[in-house]
T-cell receptor
């Protein structure tokens, strides 16, 4: 058990809909990352939050947004869903050391299926 | 931009065989390097890491050495077991928008070990 909790584990929804994925980081971790894992694109970094503020953006679509709340949990919002958004979405949390190395701990993921 | 290239799979080995999974990277600066493992139906788990050149990461019989001169971080294990069957991901800590810590992953190598 990594200590990172993601809910729900599975989600099936229709095209055009909006969903929210939730992540609770490990106790004490201020950084939260969202990744998308799909068969064609592999594992891609979407966005990072650090202590409530957006820190970095990767390949995140404009239809997607995220936020991190004062209790440090994070939510990833996906809207106007398309079939191609079907993927496994991972949340990870970490502490960044002074040396810059980052050991990220991953949740078990939310499998999103858009039909 | 930064990138990771790892050998294509799948790789099928007999139990007790020697394993090598090649990983090379392109990066500016001095990234940290990681190997993550994903067992079926689970999230990613950190297997080992190295934070500077010539460092050797090791865990559960797996080893990888950070080779700056060849920009490589090959994963090795002397004697694989059936329980090592999983997908292995090489990753480096990237640098999006000036923020270090986001992981850039290779496409993953699926390993199957037969008894």
């Amino acid at each position: 058990d990594s200590g990172v909790t993601q809910t729900p584990k599975h989600l099936i929804t229709a095209t055009g809909q909006r969903v929210t994925l939730r992540c609770s980081p490990r106790s004490g971790d201020l950084s939260v990352y969202w990744y998308q894992q799909s068969l064609d694109q592999g594992l891609q970094f979407l966005i990072q939050y650090y202590n409530g503020e957006e820190r970095a953006k990767g390949n995140i679509l404009e239809r997607f947004s995220a936020q991190q709340f004062p209790d440090l949990h994070s939510e990833l919002n996906l809207s106007s869903l398309e079939l191609g958004d079907s993927a496994l979405y991972f949340c990870a949390s970490s502490v960044v050391s002074a040396g810059g190395s980052t050991e990220a701990f991953f949740g078990q993921g939310t499998r999103l299926t858009v039909v | 931009g930064d990138s990771v290239t790892q050998m294509e799979g799948p790789v099928t080995l007999s139990e007790e065989a020697f394993l090598t999974i090649n990983c090379t990277y392109t990066a500016t600066g001095y990234p940290s390097l990681f190997w993550y493992v994903q067992y079926p139906g689970e999230g990613l788990q950190l297997l080992l890491k190295a934070t500077k050149a010539d460092d050797k990461g090791s865990n559960k019989g797996f080893e990888a050495t950070y080779r700056k001169e060849t920009t490589s971080f090959h994963l090795e294990k002397g004697s694989v077991q059936v329980s090592d069957s999983a997908v292995y991901f090489c990753a480096l800590s990237g640098n999006y928008g000036g923020s270090q810590g986001n992981l850039i992953f290779g496409k993953g190598t699926k390993l199957s070990v037969k008894p």
